[in-house]
């Protein structure tokens, strides 16, 4: 079926009416639409599957309540589609286009300034490559934001989200996770988890797993497991427990993490490379020198604990070497320095060992570990035997 201008055998002028087509009565299986008119088509499609083309104009297609699967491309006008209840593989023009999904399995390629909106029990994959778009998709969704320019993105439970540059992005239910995000704003209802990001935004009422991002990142959740990578400096404020692993393969360079404005507490577990580490005013517990699988090297740390309750801080039997500095070590009382593992045959004269192994200087206090790794208290000239516990 063909409405407006021809390419063959002569070209002709496009036609310049609108165009209305019922298909609600067409018996046929499946039906081939190729239209070309200034002022658009409107076509109502029947139970039936086939294409839609349509070159110009500001076009609708209309199959709501229908089962039909249907591939549906537009030009550069701003177009309606009101999708199946089938398949829908739905390639939108440059325009501001209103894209409507049915329960069926959509594949959208969104290419102008859209708003696209789906329902449950459906399942649908869009593409953003124009960006601003409005995106509110339901359950089991996937999104590809490939744009440069952000969008608004609302997807349910169970979804994923891939990319981004400068979106917003909530996720409204229990579980989902977006991947390689560049510049997000994004939060969820439920938990979370983030992937590769960088400089993001991130806002959660449940557990997040935040795995190799990097960049300027601000993270608020009710819990937290990050697994840091290179370059990554983060604000980290929790309800509960924030766990800090330096452990991504290959990482070796600069980590940041303050969370010194978050409710909960903190675990930090330092790896190669340079560490910072803030602590919260709760009750925080730092290991150095970790050896962690594809990532190893000195580890050289400088971590401040936090003046509330008491801190832990130490290494594991086995750790690696570096040089490590406390910033606050005098400031709570009742911190300690453990090394676990150990199982020394006289636990009272490996602590007098090790203080024995003491320099002062400059109002600081230096410890030599095994392994090659010095630790710096800095403000403290008395440590004392209650100050450590070796197991």
Do not use: C
């Not at 209309?62 to 039909?68: A, E, F, P, V």
């Not at 704003?185 to 983030?194: D, F, H, P, Y």
């Not at 150095?288 to 290494?315: H, I, K, L, M, W």
């Not at 602590?351 to 403000?379: P, R, W, Y």
Request: charged share 10%.
């Amino acid at each position: 079926m063909v409405t407006g201008n021809t390419i063959s055998p002569t070209p002709v002028s496009p036609l310049s009416d609108a165009v209305t087509i019922n298909g609600s009565g067409i018996t046929a299986s499946k039906v081939s639409v190729a239209a070309g008119n200034t002022q658009g088509v409107t076509f109502y499609a029947g139970n039936f599957g086939g294409s839609f083309l349509s070159t110009m104009g500001n076009n609708l297609f209309d199959g709501s309540g229908t089962n039909g699967a249907w591939t549906i491309a537009t030009g550069d006008g701003n177009d309606t589609i009101n999708g199946t209840n089938g398949t829908n593989n739905i390639r939108a023009g440059d325009g501001n286009n209103v894209i409507n999904l049915g329960a069926g399995a959509n594949f959208v390629s969104s290419e102008g300034q859209d708003t696209i909106t789906g329902v449950e029990n459906a399942s649908d994959t869009v593409t953003i490559l124009g960006g601003n778009s409005i995106v509110s998709l339901k359950s089991n969704s996937l999104v590809v934001d490939s744009a440069l320019s952000g969008s608004q993105i609302s997807v349910g439970i169970n979804s994923t989200v891939f990319g981004g540059t400068g979106s917003t992005v909530n996720f409204t239910s229990q579980t989902g996770s977006i991947v390689g995000a560049v510049g997000d704003t994004i939060s969820a209802a439920g938990n979370l988890q983030v992937t590769h990001g960088t400089d993001q935004s991130i806002s959660v009422s449940g557990a997040l797993q935040f795995i190799s991002g990097t960049g300027n990142t601000s993270i608020n959740a009710g819990l937290g497991t990050i697994w840091g990578a290179n370059d990554l400096r983060a604000t980290v404020n929790t309800k509960g427990l924030a766990l800090f692993t330096a452990n991504q393969p290959s990482t070796t360079g600069s980590q940041y993490i303050d969370a010194s404005s978050s409710a909960g507490t903190l675990e930090a577990w330092t790896g190669a490379g340079n560490n910072t580490i803030i602590g919260t005013s709760g009750s925080d517990h730092f290991v150095f020198g970790t050896q962690f699988e594809n990532s190893n090297g000195n580890s050289y740390a400088t971590v401040t604990g936090g003046s509330g309750a008491a801190n832990t801080f130490g290494v594991l039997n086995g750790h690696n070497g570096g040089d490590i500095t406390i910033t606050d070590f005098g400031s709570a009382a009742g911190n300690m320095f453990f090394m676990y593992n150990y199982k020394p045959a006289d636990a009272d004269k490996a602590i007098a060992d090790l203080l024995a192994t003491a320099t002062i200087s400059g109002g600081n206090t230096t410890l030599q570990l095994d392994n090659n790794m010095k630790v710096t208290f800095l403000g403290v000239t008395d440590l004392k035997a209650s100050n450590f516990t070796i197991s």
